[in-house]
């Protein structure tokens, strides 16, 4: 469907539709997977007629897309909350578990909805959260270290990799709270190792 004609959910009742899709979707994907989703199911189990789903989505790919987008803007904005409000080593765990929560669901669904993420144009949607992010926080949070490009660029991607990786690799029985320990230990010593060098340069 034309992308002119699709509708936006703009609107109270919209966006109720857009929601119970997305809860559709994400239970089809929990019980059938991906392999069997289809917008019909989805449109099925959603309680709307097709001809609404595609009002909305233009298929199966777009409406993964608007999922995984919507989650990462939660995660991304509850880290800028977090960094806002406790600047301090102690608020990394919720920074990461706001990350690991983003992805709910079965690594198969986390996998599924991580590509979509991905394939809607990396780059793009790398750079999109990266420059959020930046808005964010710029001049409201209490750091007490200068965060360049690049070290901010590591922080806001670090932990999102290690856990697509995680996503994609199942088999390997991975613990979701060690896991989370571990996160926690890679971004503490990072942040450690930025505030000591700040102190040594002043930068």
Do not use: C
Not at 62 to 87: C, D, F, G, S
Not at 102 to 116: K, M, N
Not at 170 to 197: H, K, N, Q, T, W
């Amino acid at each position: 469907m034309p992308e002119k004609t699709r509708r936006h959910p703009s609107q109270a009742r919209a966006e109720a539709t857009v929601e119970a899709i997305f809860d559709a979707t994400f239970q089809l994907l929990e019980r059938e997977g991906v392999a069997a989703l289809t917008t019909n199911h989805i449109a099925q189990r959603a309680g709307v007629s097709i001809g609404t789903l595609y009002q909305y989505f233009g298929g199966k790919a777009e409406i993964l897309a608007a999922m995984a987008q919507r989650r990462a803007e939660a995660a991304r904005k509850q880290i800028a909350r977090t960094v806002i409000e406790a600047p301090q080593l102690g608020s990394v765990r919720p920074i990461v578990r706001s990350l690991m929560a983003a992805f709910e669901g079965s690594p198969q669904t986390r996998r599924v909805l991580l590509d979509a993420l991905q394939a809607q144009g990396a780059d793009q949607g790398m750079l999109h959260h990266h420059l959020a992010f930046l808005a964010d926080i710029d001049g409201r949070a209490r750091l007490n270290l200068t965060l360049s490009p690049e070290s901010l660029f590591v922080l806001t991607h670090a932990v999102a990799g290690l856990l697509s990786a995680a996503a994609a690799a199942p088999g390997l029985g991975l613990s979701p709270a060690v896991l989370e320990d571990e996160l926690v230990l890679l971004m503490e010593s990072y942040l450690s190792a930025l505030i000591a060098r700040s102190s040594r340069t002043g930068l």
